[in-house]
C-alpha cells in the first residue's frame, strides 16, 4: 500500500518560513526517492525539489537557496522547509514517491495536499 500524508501548510507573510511534512509508508520510504510538488491555481504541477533514498538532493530553480528538503528515516518522514518564502511561492504543495520522478513516474495518489499561502 502507497501512503503519503501531507501537513504544514498554512498563511505565512513574505519573507517568512514554513516546514512541510511527508509521512510516507515504510514499504516505499526505503525504496524510491520523494519528490515535493506544487500547484498554483492555472499553472501545472511541478516538482521543486526531490531527495533519493542516498540523500542526494534536486531543486528547481526557483526555489534554490530558499527551500532545504531532508529526510529523517526513522520518522519515514520527509520535511521540506521554506524560508524567504514569496507571493509566487502561493500553491498546494503535494508530496509523491517514485522511481524517477524528474519525469513524472510516481507510484503514489495524488491526495489533497496542503495549502501554503504567502500573503501581506
Known amino acids: 500500500q502507497v501512503q503519503l500524508v501531507e501537513s504544514g501548510g498554512g498563511l505565512v507573510q513574505p519573507g517568512g518560513s514554513l516546514r512541510l511534512s511527508c509521512v510516507v509508508s515504510?514499504?516505499?520510504?526505503?525504496?524510491?526517492?520523494v519528490g515535493w510538488y506544487r500547484q498554483a491555481p492555472g499553472k501545472q504541477r511541478e516538482l521543486v525539489a526531490d531527495?533519493?533514498?542516498?540523500?542526494?538532493?534536486n531543486y528547481a530553480d526557483s526555489v534554490k537557496g530558499r527551500f532545504t528538503i531532508s529526510r529523517d528515516n526513522a520518522k519515514n518522514t520527509v520535511y521540506l522547509q521554506m524560508n524567504s518564502l514569496k507571493p509566487d511561492d502561493t500553491a498546494v504543495y503535494y508530496c509523491?514517491?517514485?522511481?524517477?520522478?524528474?519525469?513524472?513516474?510516481?507510484?503514489?495518489?495524488w491526495g489533497q495536499g496542503t495549502q501554503v499561502t504567502v500573503s501581506s
Open positions: 531527495i533519493t533514498i542516498g540523500g542526494t538532493t
Open positions: 509523491n514517491a517514485g522511481p524517477n520522478l524528474a519525469t513524472g513516474w510516481t507510484i503514489g495518489s
Open positions: 515504510r514499504n516505499i520510504f526505503s525504496v524510491y526517492a
